[in-house]
């Protein structure tokens, strides 16, 4: 009886640990701030630091476990969440941002090389796309400066309550002629869920790519910025769009 009573509670205990959408790693601090609707920004250059816990949603777990096939060096985590309203339409916002090549080409980098305001994308063109109810699949093509254009495929899927994007390099990123980033090892996705009353977004960029010593900080500054750019551009659309709770306005990440 004792036996079966522990064992009935480890079981539980392991049930309710699985139904957490965050693990240890995002700290109290980072969890208070999601909660105010600021976006949380992770530098975490290590899969083994990712801060969601798989098999909590499975549109998260598809962006977790497409990163995790990386085994980055270069990684960062773009957390938010709000309060879900009635009548608003997140994921369809998600879907028209995400399908429209010339938003991605709206997206403005800072280069803190040049110290100047540059477009992150300067080719952001749709090849092809086969849509299957919920599903879009999508070749792309794209050019981030100083690399040379390179082929990617889109995921997409969509649901009232959910919405899921990935991004994968179908080929080698070079600059000039040296081989920067091998293909299927640029790795990006968006995950929108809901959870309990509210909007979670979790968001993961990662990149396995060489870290010459005299360069391992300005090329990981880089793609920090990058990542920053990307995540504070879409949800600023998001508030354009005015579905955010009156008030509510997330603050610009930290430098």
Not at 34 to 57: D, H, S
Not at 172 to 197: P, S
Request: negative net charge; glycine residues 4%.
């Amino acid at each position: 009886m004792r036996k079966t009573f522990f064992a009935t509670l480890i079981f539980l205990f392991a049930a309710i640990c699985q139904a957490e959408l965050f693990n240890g790693h995002l700290t109290e601090e980072e969890r208070i701030r999601l909660y105010e609707g600021q976006i949380v920004i992770r530098f975490i250059n290590t899969a083994k630091k990712i801060c969601v816990n798989e098999g909590f949603a499975p549109e998260i777990d598809a962006v977790v476990q497409s990163i995790k096939k990386t085994n980055p060096n270069y990684l960062a985590e773009v957390l938010w969440s709000i309060p879900v309203q009635e009548g608003d339409n997140l994921t369809d916002l998600a879907e028209k941002l995400f399908c429209d090549m010339n938003t991605f080409k709206e997206i403005p980098y800072y280069s803190e090389a040049f110290d100047r305001i540059e477009p992150l994308f300067t080719i952001a063109e749709l090849i092809d796309s086969e849509k299957a109810g919920q599903y879009t699949t999508s070749l792309a093509q794209f050019c981030m400066e100083p690399f040379a254009p390179y082929k990617a495929t889109l995921y997409m899927s969509k649901s009232p309550s959910s919405f899921v994007f990935l991004h994968t390099n179908n080929d080698r990123l070079k600059v000039a002629i040296v081989k920067a980033v091998e293909k299927n090892t640029l790795k990006a996705g968006v995950a929108l869920i809901q959870d309990e009353g509210r909007w979670f977004v979790y968001g993961a960029g990662g990149v396995k790519a060489p870290k010459p010593i005299l360069l391992h900080k300005a090329l990981e500054k880089s793609f920090n910025n990058r990542i920053k750019d990307f995540a504070s551009f879409y949800i600023k659309k998001v508030q354009e769009a005015n579905v955010l709770p009156e008030g509510l306005h997330p603050d610009d990440p930290a430098s």
